[in-house]
T-cell receptor
């Protein structure tokens, strides 16, 4: 079945450091891929998504490229801020009623 | 953006009692709502999908008689954990999808932490 594996955390970075959170997936078809972010005490929010191979999703300085050849959707940001501290979830969906999540990666950014 | 609330945010109950968790879409009509369960350091696992006015569709391995889901209106879905036991302790998260959202994004609630003693 479909599944998502993402980098285990926690990840601790200094402000302005480069961020990569790895995500790989297994799917039988052609899923859409997502990154969600959960700030403390809040619900999951869609950060970015990509619906087909080679698409790049981007938002708030974060980017991820749908790589079919490596079945990956790694999240990157060139310069993190303290306000980026949150838990990040990679997810896939082949139809919008069936979304599979990774375990989540907690990011802490220190000033 | 669209807001989904859950109530309560946390609950502690005795083994054998039932607990109801509410999920509300505050500023949109949710034709479909989803219930997830999350164990510590693990993925969100979809429990069931509910459409307004019809019976919920449960994922394999989820007991429908234990986890009762009601989606009686376009803004409210409830999950009742019946005869709760310590192994039901978990973080329960709902999400809602708006019929008006062309991209059909799921909007998530903040979650409800359940502890069964």
């Amino acid at each position: 079945g479909n599944s998502v594996t993402q980098m285990e955390g926690p990840v601790t970075l200094s402000e302005e450091a480069f961020l990569t959170i790895n995500c790989t997936y297994t799917a039988t078809g052609y899923p859409s891929l997502f990154w969600y972010v959960q700030y403390p005490g809040e619900g999951l929010q869609l950060l970015l998504k990509a619906t087909k191979a080679d698409d790049k999703g981007s938002n708030k300085g974060f980017e991820a490229t749908y790589r079919k050849e490596t079945t990956s959707f790694h999240l990157e940001k060139g310069s993190v801020q303290v306000s980026d501290s949150a838990v990040y979830f990679c997810a896939l969906s082949e139809d919008l009623n069936d979304m599979r999540f990774g375990a989540g990666t907690r990011l802490t950014v220190k000033p | 953006g669209a807001v989904v609330s859950q109530h309560p945010s946390w609950v502690i109950c005795k083994s054998g009692t039932s607990v109801k968790i509410e999920c509300r879409s505050l500023d949109f009509q949710a034709t479909t709502m989803f219930w997830y369960r999350q164990f510590p350091k693990q993925s969100l696992m979809l429990m069931a999908t509910s459409n307004e006015g019809s019976k919920a569709t449960y994922e394999q391995g989820v007991e429908k008689d234990k986890f009762l889901i009601n989606h009686a209106s376009l803004t409210l879905s409830t999950l009742t954990v019946t005869s709760a036991h310590p192994e039901d302790s978990s973080f329960y998260i709902c999400s809602a999808r708006s019929a008006q959202d062309i991209q059909e994004t799921q909007y998530f609630g903040p979650g409800t932490r359940l502890l069964v003693l």
